[in-house]
């Protein structure tokens, strides 16, 4: 975490992010807040290029939002297998776990309510889903866009998103043009050792500012990579019908819902499908 938060390796730099308490010592700790930080600006040439910085905060932002039942923040953006972390239950909210039963001996697969598995049918009475069955809804729903054939492939291109906006690159322009501006107010004033607080202030708000705006955009950006994606998966194989495959689902599935009578298929694109 701390090396892909970190903004150096964007080629920015927070000054004094470490100060020396102890003379004798020479120890240092992190500056919270005993001397002023100062964030400068493009001050050395970028290792990770923006675009790719700013993906990463929005999957660190997103992977925060993904809450299991109680309040548990489980490990489960990461997993063996690809519906793992995003299948879940349409009644609790909870995820569906991979386990088995085991018949006279033999090993079957199912996929159970993480809720219903630890605290009993009173808390959620969900049901149990054959490993077959939710593979095979899974793959309805792919084949049935497949089946799709040219008017999906409309619909997708329909979704497409402008990508910054006329609008939010002049937003962001202006707000580079304050920051450049109040920055140097901002050095003269400490050059005077005058108070420069208000001004950090302002500089923080502005920067969060353009923070949002360039996480929207970007994540608009990834939104459309996603989408043009699954126009190509259609293009290549339309008309066809594919078995289940691990891989196939992880690339273009975004989440599973298990209701008492059906499932919801999302895909990656903003498409979803009842089956
Ligand atoms: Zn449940």
Known sequence: ?????????????????????GFLTKKRVKNEGHLPQYYVENSHEAIIPKELFLQVQEEIHRRSNIHTGEGKNKRIYSSKYALSAITFCGDCG??????YWNIHGRKEFVWRCVTRIEQGPEVCKNRTVKEDELYGAVMTAINKLLAGGNNMIKTLEENIHAVIGETTEYQISEINNLLE?????????????????????EIDELRDKRQTLLVEDASLSCENERIDELIEFIRKNKFRTLEYDDKLVRKIIQRVTVYEEHFVI??????EMEI
């Open 1 to 21: 975490m701390k090396i892909l938060q970190n903004e150096k390796y964007i080629g920015d730099a927070l000054l004094q992010k470490t100060v020396t308490v």
């Open 181 to 201: 501006e109040k920055q140097k107010d901002l050095i003269k004033l400490a050059n005077k050792s005058q108070d420069y607080e208000h001004l950090a202030d």
């Open 266 to 271: 999302a895909f990656k694109s903003g498409i």
């Open 94 to 99: 909870d995820i569906y776990r991979r386990t």
